[in-house]
């Protein structure tokens, strides 16, 4: 059964505490991404990786790191530097990062701060 | 010129009735134009895609329908279902760009 994992489902924060988002994949993806989501915000594209060992920035990185050591995963983490971290955080693959590529999202990980 | 615009951002529409959102770019190197679908608590997944060298495209009850000359593009539901209330959002890449930019969401509520 192929798909994106997400895990926690819910995540909580302390005040100055880094905490880390999972995303697996097992589609055999080249591009990963990983978004924020806000009401009526849309997505907002945090960081994506083309290939293993490979990110960029997107438009909302500042607060957030990410690594690609492996095909299948790539793990965000939400630092201290975020202040503003509440959201819907949604990871995604597609075949490779070309135009024309479908987005297959993962059902999604809601960090709260406490 | 990366944004695309996406309206209205709430839609209210009867059993039965056609649903319709619009979208409005600027770029003009977007070449491809997904929507998709999200329900509550759930990653979104793509309902339907167009490219700029058709006006029309038509799956079931959606059609996309594409202008590239007023660079706007809009999805119609017909006969709609209340199991198509969702949140949908436009989309727009294009070639070279490893992005995909996408609009704000219309939250679809489709009432019994």
């Known amino acids: 059964d192929g798909g994106i994992t997400q895990s926690p489902k819910y995540l909580f924060r302390k005040e100055g505490q880094n905490v880390t988002l999972s995303c697996e994949q097992n589609l055999n993806h080249d591009a990963m991404y990983w978004y924020r989501q806000d009401p009526g915000q849309g997505l907002r594209l945090i960081y994506y990786?083309?290939?293993?060992?490979?990110?960029q920035k997107g438009d909302i990185a500042e607060g957030y790191s990410v690594s690609r050591e492996k095909k299948e995963s790539f793990p965000l983490t939400v630092t201290s530097a975020q202040k503003n971290p509440t959201a819907f955080y949604l990871c995604?693959?597609?075949?490779?990062?070309?135009?024309?590529?479908?987005?297959?999202f993962g059902p999604g990980t809601r960090l709260l701060v406490l | 010129q990366q944004q695309v615009k996406q309206s209205p951002q709430s839609l209210i529409v009867q059993k039965g009735g056609i649903s319709i959102i619009n979208c409005a770019y600027e770029?003009?190197?977007?070449?491809?134009f997904p929507w998709y679908q999200q329900f509550p608590g759930k990653g979104p997944a793509l309902l339907i895609a167009?490219?700029?060298?058709?006006s029309e495209k038509k799956e079931g009850r959606f059609t996309i329908s594409f202008n590239k000359s007023a660079k706007q593009f809009s999805l119609h539901i017909m006969d709609s279902q209340p199991g198509d209330s969702a949140t949908y959002f436009c989309?727009?890449?294009?070639?070279?760009?490893?992005?995909?930019?996408f609009g704000a969401g219309t939250r679809l509520f489709v009432k019994a």
């Open positions: 770029n003009t190197a977007f070449d491809y």
């Open positions: 995604a693959s597609s075949l490779t990062s070309g135009s024309f590529e479908t987005q297959y």
């Open positions: 167009i490219r700029p060298d058709v």
């Open positions: 989309a727009a890449s294009y070639t070279g760009g490893f992005k995909t930019i």
């Open positions: 990786s083309q290939i293993v060992n490979d990110f």
